[in-house]
Structures are given as structure tokens and as C-alpha cells.
């Protein structure tokens, strides 16, 4: 059984990103496990507090999950050309303590959805100097990014349009076969 950990950059509950990965997870090939991780309850980042109390336990969750897992799927929104601060924040945090160990050599496929024309290809882009930085083997052989995104979900936030799902099942199971 290989293990992904997913995690989408945003907290919205309707979210097209954790929708993304909602259908992610449902339409992983068998042998393939998806599991989802959480940034909601990763405070801002704060050198004063990670000196007096060290990482914060939703942190410290993420990193274990990052550990056991095989590869990490980022499912990015895009915020003003770039990542959006929560998700950035999210990963800075996981990068201290043994972070870094835990980043090296993971391999990572990026996806994400926009309102956009482009979806999140610059988004996308930009995590690119955070992942080599992280030292992580960023996954190329694939590439998916989801435009106009209030066309293809329902108002819930469930990727609904089946050419998207018949796409991301083999971005899904190409990226797994790599591991
Ligand atoms: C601050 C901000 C900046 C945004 N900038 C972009 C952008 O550069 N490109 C784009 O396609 N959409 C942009 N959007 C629209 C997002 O694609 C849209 O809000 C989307 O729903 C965010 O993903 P989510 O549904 O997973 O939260 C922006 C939204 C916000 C809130």
C-alpha cells in the first residue's frame, strides 16, 4: 500500500481545493491511500513561540503524517499570482524541528483549481523555489490545473465534471506509479 498525504491550501468550507482533493482521495487506484491532512489549526507562524513552547501539535500531526507517508500532494489555490499565505505558512511551520529531514527526498505533485483562466499555473510555479529549498523530489511527469472552477463543482465545493475526474484519476494514478 503506498500513502499520500494530501493537503488542500485552503480553509474555505466550500472549497474548490479540498474538493479537489475530496475527489482525489475517492478516485485513488486500488493499492494507492490518500490521506488527508489539515492546515486549519496551524497558528501563524512565530519564532517567539516555537522557542518557548517548540512546534505546535497540529504541526507536529502534519509532520507524522508527512514521515509514514510516501509522497505529498499539494492541491494549491492561487492568491494574487502566488500561494496563498495559509498554505506557505502551514509548510514554513512544518519545515522546523526535524522538518527538513522529513521534506528531504519526499517526492511532491502539485495540482489546484481557480476562478481563473490559468488555474493556479502560477500558484503552482511559485512552490517551486519552496520545494527545492525543502530539498523535496518534486514530481514533473505530470501536470494538472483546474480553471474556471465554479463550472466544474457543485455549489458544495464536489468536483463534478467527469472529463476533470477522468483527468485527475491519472494525474492521481501516474504520480502513485512513480513512488
Ligand atoms: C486574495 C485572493 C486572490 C486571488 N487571486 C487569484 C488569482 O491570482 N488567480 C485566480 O485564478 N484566482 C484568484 N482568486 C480567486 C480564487 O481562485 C478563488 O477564490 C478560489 O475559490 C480559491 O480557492 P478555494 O475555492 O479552494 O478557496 C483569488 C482569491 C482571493 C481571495
Not at 502534519?62 to 496563498?84: C, F, K, S
Given at each position: 500500500?503506498?500513502?499520500?498525504?494530501?493537503?488542500?491550501?485552503?480553509?474555505?468550507?466550500?472549497?474548490?481545493?479540498?474538493?479537489?482533493?475530496?475527489?482525489?482521495?475517492?478516485?485513488?487506484?486500488?493499492?494507492?491511500?490518500?490521506?488527508?491532512g489539515s492546515?486549519?489549526d496551524?497558528?501563524?507562524?512565530?519564532?517567539?513561540?516555537?522557542?518557548?513552547?517548540?512546534?505546535p501539535q497540529p504541526v507536529l500531526r502534519l509532520q507524522e503524517q508527512?514521515?509514514?507517508?510516501?509522497?505529498?500532494?499539494?492541491?494549491?489555490?492561487?492568491?494574487?499570482?502566488?500561494?496563498?499565505?495559509?498554505?506557505?505558512?502551514?509548510?514554513?511551520?512544518?519545515?522546523?524541528?526535524?522538518?527538513?529531514?522529513?521534506?528531504?527526498?519526499?517526492?511532491?505533485?502539485?495540482?489546484?483549481?481557480?476562478?481563473?483562466?490559468?488555474?493556479?499555473?502560477?500558484?503552482?510555479?511559485?512552490?517551486?523555489?519552496?520545494?527545492?529549498?525543502?530539498?523535496?523530489?518534486?514530481?514533473?511527469?505530470?501536470?494538472?490545473?483546474?480553471?474556471?472552477?465554479?463550472?466544474?463543482?457543485?455549489?458544495?465545493?464536489?468536483?463534478?465534471?467527469?472529463?476533470?475526474?477522468?483527468?485527475?484519476?491519472?494525474?492521481?494514478?501516474?504520480?502513485?506509479?512513480?513512488?
Amino acid at each position: 500500500m503506498k500513502t499520500i498525504l494530501g493537503l488542500s491550501g485552503s480553509l474555505r468550507r466550500r472549497s474548490y481545493n479540498s474538493g479537489l482533493l475530496r475527489a482525489a482521495v475517492e478516485l485513488a487506484p486500488d493499492g494507492v491511500r490518500i490521506e488527508t491532512g489539515s492546515i486549519r489549526d496551524v497558528p501563524l507562524y512565530d519564532g517567539d513561540r516555537e522557542e518557548a513552547e517548540g512546534l505546535p501539535q497540529p504541526v507536529l500531526r502534519l509532520q507524522e503524517q508527512l514521515r509514514a507517508a510516501d509522497g505529498l500532494l499539494l492541491v494549491t489555490p492561487e492568491y494574487n499570482n502566488g500561494i496563498p499565505g495559509v498554505f506557505k505558512n502551514a509548510i514554513d511551520w512544518m519545515s522546523r524541528g526535524d522538518g527538513l529531514e522529513i521534506f528531504a527526498g519526499k517526492p511532491v505533485a502539485i495540482t489546484g483549481a481557480s476562478d481563473g483562466g490559468f488555474g493556479t499555473i502560477l500558484a503552482q510555479a511559485h512552490w517551486l523555489p519552496v520545494l527545492r529549498t525543502l530539498k523535496t523530489r518534486h514530481w514533473q511527469e505530470g501536470r494538472m490545473r483546474v480553471s474556471r472552477a465554479p463550472d466544474l463543482f457543485d455549489e458544495d465545493g464536489n468536483l463534478t465534471d467527469e472529463r476533470q475526474r477522468r483527468i485527475l484519476r491519472r494525474f492521481v494514478e501516474d504520480f502513485a506509479r512513480s513512488l
